[in-house]
């Protein structure tokens, strides 16, 4: 028998876990754009000044009390196949920098990108470890979404960048040129584009995306008034503000992801006894949609409704048909962290280059094995979250690691025509929270072997018992 104290409940994991959701809000509703200055300091941001407070704190405090190796022990026990591929993926990525033409420019690159994007991977991890840590992940998507459709709709409706609509001016941190790039409108076919705090309107769509089935899960679970009456109105806006973007994959993508809730959270809540065929053809109608959402945006894709939609498309076709030919010359590991955008990039307007795909993107730069590592993480991460759901559900515990992975699968479908990176923190993040959260399991089974059973003999019981008998 396992000794409870090693389950005790981790020492500072409650405290560090209410800092994590505010690094996940800031990673948010806070402008990966926005550098300020103050005074004569250097261009900081306070998503990334958040980020390395919870790196040079939390993250050792909770390393030295012993919470994360314990958990990621225990995760790797219990999910030995998402540890796995996370951990292959993330050093695949440096082996591949290695054999690029500017190791040491790769490597750095590569590390860059750890501390500022993957690091929320950690933060996931410390609030998994806190029980209610996978709810309290949905509230927060739940109310980032409402803000960012606020303020979304008032930018729609000025016709201007919300941050210049607030007065708000990062040009000095920024730098004067990128800031009138990503403030200026964005238009599309004549029609005013929203991108809300993000970095471009896809971005916005895609988070939108992403969020809508955490609502969901708010709306249909949560006790609270005022937690429903959030996620009631942030799904109404949802729609309207997905048609704002302009963007052609938002819908096809939610449809996917709500068809992926849809399927397993009736699949979770059916009776033991429901026929396996029943269950057969529920999954294959399920699966018939998301081919046909799929379909969806590969249609919307091929063909534009305008001139500026079509040459989309184009420079899209170039893209793909430039990374193939370059890859023939390094398939296995790519051309390191960073060669992407020189190998296949295009330039759009101002001069700013763009690769529009992150699997072309991840391709270029660590292989088609770097791709294939990707993919299988996101599966694995996808699966994970759908059979702890289901599992839960069955213990008459929550469902919200549904909401997860329906979330994660439309992520990925915008990244298929998105390659700006500032989303795959939600990735990282949420791979962290189902280890933290799966690592509370051996805890939780110590916790309910030493609870009595609610149908044992009570005292009472034995001494009327003794009166019977007597």
């Known amino acids: 028998m396992v000794p409870a104290k090693q389950y005790a409940s981790p020492p500072l994991t409650g405290r560090w876990a209410t800092f994590g959701f505010v690094v996940l809000t800031l990673s948010i509703l806070w402008p990966r754009y926005g550098y300020m200055k103050i005074g004569g300091s250097p261009a900081f941001s306070l998503f990334t000044l958040a980020v390395l407070l919870f790196l040079v704190t939390a993250a050792p405090l909770q390393t030295r009390s012993g919470a994360i190796p314990r958990a990621l022990g225990r995760a790797a026990q219990a999910a030995p196949l998402l540890v796995a591929s996370f951990a292959s993926w993330l050093a695949w990525r440096y082996f591949a920098d290695a054999f690029s033409a500017v190791p040491v420019r790769a490597a750095v690159s590569t590390a860059r990108s750890d501390i500022y994007l993957t690091s929320l991977f ?3 991890l410390v609030v998994g470890l806190r029980r209610g840590g996978l709810r309290g992940t949905l509230i927060v998507l739940t109310y980032a979404l409402l803000v960012a459709e606020i303020l979304g709709l008032v930018e729609r409706i000025a016709r201007m960048n919300v941050l210049l609509v607030l007065g708000i001016d990062f040009s000095a941190g920024t730098g004067a040129g990128k800031w009138h790039l990503i403030t200026d409108p964005k238009w599309r076919g004549g029609s005013f584009r929203a991108q809300s705090i993000f970095n471009h309107p896809i971005v916005f769509c895609q988070y939108i995306v992403c969020a809508v089935p955490a609502a969901l899960m708010v709306l249909q679970t949560s006790t609270s008034r005022r937690h429903r009456t959030v996620a009631l109105a942030a799904l109404i ?7 704002a973007t302009g963007s052609r ?47 969806g945006v590969a249609q919307v894709l091929a063909s534009g409704s305008n001139a500026q939609e079509t040459g ?6 170039y893209m793909f048909e430039t990374a193939r030919i370059a890859l023939e010359r390094s398939p296995l590991w790519g051309f390191g962290d960073g060669s992407a955008l020189g190998i296949a990039g295009i330039n759009e307007v101002g001069g700013v280059g763009t690769i529009d795909s992150l699997p072309v993107s991840i391709t270029l ?11 299988v993480l996101f599966i694995t991460a996808v699966t994970h979250f759908i059979s702890t759901a289901i599992r839960n559900s069955r213990r008459g515990q ?9 979330g994660l699968a439309g992520l990925m479908v915008i990244f298929l025509v998105l390659s700006i990176p500032d989303n795959i923190s939600l990735v990282y993040y949420f791979i962290g929270l189902g280890c933290g959260a799966i690592s509370l399991e051996p805890m939780r089974k110590a916790r309910d072997a030493r609870r009595p059973s609610p149908y044992a003999p009570t005292a009472r019981d034995a001494a009327a018992d003794q009166r019977f008998n007597a």
């Open 122 to 124: 950690l933060v996931g």
């Open 312 to 317: 989309s498309t184009s420079a899209r076709v």
């Open 237 to 243: 806006l949802a729609l309207p503000m997905i048609w």
């Open 249 to 295: 994959a938002g819908f096809p993508a939610l449809l996917i992801a709500l068809t992926i809730y849809g399927i397993f959270y009736l699949r979770a809540r059916m009776k033991p006894g429901v026929s396996a065929s029943l269950t057969t053809v529920i999954l294959i109608l399920g699966a018939l949609l998301a081919a046909l959402a799929g379909f």
């Open 365 to 375: 730069d660590f292989g088609y094995f770097g791709l294939a590592l990707f993919t």
């Open 398 to 406: 929550g469902m919200e690691g549904l909401a997860i992975a329906a």
